[in-house]
């Protein structure tokens, strides 16, 4: 049985609450969530004792404790990206296999660093929105190139969601991304995103929603429709589970620096609507 360690700014939160149980629906007996470490207690949930045992988990009390006693390890903080870099620094330097949850990091000048750090040891590590890893994304063959054009539409709060939108967009039409529009309101932010080439993906958020719909404008006219997508936290950690089990990292790192590049980009558009801002990708 492989252990699976947790590293956290606070462990009473969706993904935490909701990743033991489903990689090990997935993995059986080959591995299991088995240790955890968090940065504080939840500051309106349980406790980090609290939570390791409701979920028989072993606390650890430094992240040194935790990446010796690990085979494998998830940093998380899904919606505090800007303690990535510190929750990162020791796993990183482990040569044990690590995935870090979306969003990556705050910034593109972030994301070159803590990859930095992985590379200077080996270190394998990926990270990732689910919605890449969506079934019907997954199903997708067009090329960057055969697209013209394509519309996403999703839910959420910019801060924590625009990345499941930017991620299967930069998986479908690739990482260069060139120039991003604010075109939306408080209620519904939406953007005009530029790739190489003049091709187009319009990016909208409705609050409210609660799942993401793609129509992709091929350049040969046809129109390919994802009205729903369905199942991706599975999808995803499937491919999770997979890296852990074979090493194989799913998400090139070139790409995750275009994404949270646009990210920032299209965070900085919302500033001065209805001007072009460049995104260096």
């Known amino acids: 049985m492989k252990k699976i360690g947790f590293i956290d700014n606070y462990l009473d939160e969706w993904h935490a609450n909701n990743y033991p149980q489903t990689i090990e629906r997935l993995a059986g ?10 940065r ?34 998830i940093v998380l903080s899904p919606d505090h990206p800007q303690y990535h870099e510190e929750l990162c620094a020791i796993p990183l330097r482990s040569g044990k296999r690590v995935y870090v949850d979306k969003t990556f990091a705050v910034d593109s000048a972030t994301a070159k660093r803590i990859f930095a750090v992985a590379n200077e040891s080996g270190t394998p590590v990926f990270s990732s929105s689910a919605l890449r890893f969506a079934d019907e994304v997954m199903a997708q063959t067009v090329k960057p190139d055969e697209i013209d054009h394509m519309t996403v539409i999703a839910n959420g709060d910019p801060d924590i969601y625009l990345i499941h939108m930017i991620e299967p967009s930069i998986r479908l039409m690739g990482p260069k991304a060139e120039r991003t529009m604010f075109v939306g309101t408080e209620k519904s932010p939406s953007w005009v995103v530029e790739f190489a080439g003049g091709r187009k993906v319009n990016m909208t958020q409705y609050q409210g929603a609660h799942s993401w719909y793609f129509r992709i404008h091929k350049t040969d006219g046809e129109v390919l429709v994802i009205p729903e997508t369905n199942r991706f936290f599975d999808s995803f950690l499937e491919q999770l589970v997979d890296f852990f089990r074979t090493g194989d990292v799913k998400v090139d790192q070139a790409e995750t620096i275009a994404v949270i590049e646009l ?12 001007e072009w801002v460049t995104v260096d990708c």
Do not use: F, H
């Open 40 to 73: 504080q207690d939840a500051p309106n949930g349980m406790t980090t004792d609290e939570w390791c045992a409701k979920m028989g988990v072993e606390r650890v009390d430094t992240i040194e404790e935790l990446v010796e006693k690990s085979d494998y390890i």
């Open 263 to 274: 990210r920032t980009k299209m965070r900085e558009a919302m500033t001065k609507p209805y």
């Open 29 to 38: 007996d080959e591995m299991k969530v088995a240790y955890a470490y968090a």
